[in-house]
């Protein structure tokens, strides 16, 4: 995995029984480190494709209906010889 992104909730925060903290809400996008041998060829391929489909992932997470805003969803993008590709829960 090279490239992560997670989106939290909003939820009411009552000291961990249930919700999440507010500084945790949102969307969080983590870059994972690449092997030395793979950097210029990952960076390649998030630059022509991943990022833009992080882009839209965030755009549609945003317009979401609130069925799906409500949970936690993960995605994120791996690396192989073929460039990167998405796994993952979409945004409806």
Aim: with cysteine; aromatic share 10%; hydrophobic share 40%.
């Amino acid at each position: 995995m090279v490239l992560a992104v997670q989106w939290v909730p909003s939820r009411s925060f009552n000291l961990g029984a249930e919700g999440y903290h507010p500084s945790a809400v949102g969307i969080h996008v983590h870059v994972r480190p690449v092997r030395s041998a793979d950097r210029v060829a990952v960076r390649s391929s998030l630059r022509s494709q991943g990022l833009q489909e992080l882009r839209e992932w965030v755009m549609r997470a945003q317009r979401a209906p609130e069925t799906w805003r409500s949970e936690v969803h993960f995605g994120c993008w791996r690396y192989d010889e073929d460039g990167v590709r998405f796994e993952g829960d979409l945004p409806m």
